[in-house]
């Protein structure tokens, strides 16, 4: 059974960094893509970033490019989220997910694509 962990949420101020974790447990990196999304309330969940282990290349929106970075340890079978140059409106739950090969690069934030989810974790970053 697939499974995925997010942790590493927390409150921070504006300038600040966080890193996120996602542990996985039932599948091996190697053939899958895993993916972070945030859903702020009152919006539509937005994909974040994605790293797509199996291909290689990692991806991310417009609006954390130069700011986060995907990474992963195979061996401890997690991908990291490190966010960096926090803003306000960064602040909501990210998501972790996952779905083996197959992934349609062009679409990679698109929520429908991922077959797993983890739990969220909040981030909530001050002014």
């Known amino acids: 059974e697939v499974q995925l962990q997010a942790s590493g949420g927390g409150l921070v101020q504006a300038g600040g960094s966080l890193r996120l974790s996602c542990a996985a447990s039932?599948?091996?990196?190697?053939?899958?893509?895993v993916g972070w999304f945030r859903q702020a309330p009152g919006k539509e969940r937005e994909g974040v970033s994605c790293?797509?282990?199996?291909?290689?290349?990692?991806y991310y929106s417009d609006s954390v490019k130069g700011r986060f970075t995907i990474s992963s340890d195979n061996a401890k079978r997690t991908v990291y989220l490190q966010m960096d140059m926090l803003k306000p409106e960064d602040t909501a739950v990210y998501y972790c997910?996952?779905?083996?090969?197959?992934?349609?690069?062009?679409?990679?934030?698109?929520?429908?694509?991922?077959?797993?989810w983890g739990q969220g974790t909040q981030v909530t970053v001050s002014s």
């Open positions: 997910a996952a779905r083996a090969a197959g992934l349609i690069l062009s679409a990679w934030n698109s929520a429908n694509q991922y077959d797993y």
């Open positions: 039932g599948f091996t990196f190697d053939d899958y893509a």
């Open positions: 790293m797509r282990d199996y291909g290689g290349g990692t």
